[in-house]
C-alpha cells in the first residue's frame, strides 16, 4: 500500500503546472574549431583543436561554402 502512495506523490510533482522553463531569447553565437594554443604555465606550450566562438572579423575572412551538383554522364 505504502508503494501505492509514493507513486501518486511523484506522479503529483511530474506533472503539477508550476513555472515553465525559462526560454532563451539572446543573441546566438556561431562556433567552429579551430587549432589553439593551451592556456600559458610552466610546461612547453601544447595545440588542441577546440570549439570557439566566430567574431566579425573571422566571418567576413570565410567565404560561403559552395554545394555541388552532379549529374550523371552517359558515353
Given at each position: 500500500m505504502?508503494?501505492?502512495v509514493l507513486r501518486q506523490g511523484?506522479?503529483?510533482?511530474?506533472y503539477a503546472s508550476g513555472p515553465s522553463p525559462a526560454s532563451f531569447s539572446g543573441p546566438?553565437?556561431?562556433w567552429k574549431k579551430q587549432w589553439v594554443l593551451s592556456q600559458p604555465n610552466k610546461a612547453p606550450p601544447l595545440l588542441l583543436f577546440r570549439?570557439?566562438?566566430?567574431?566579425?572579423?573571422?566571418s567576413a575572412v570565410e567565404p560561403r561554402k559552395r554545394r555541388f551538383y552532379y549529374a550523371p554522364v552517359s558515353t
Open positions: 505504502e508503494g501505492l511523484r506522479a503529483s510533482s511530474r546566438v553565437r556561431k570549439w570557439t566562438p566566430v567574431t566579425a572579423a573571422d
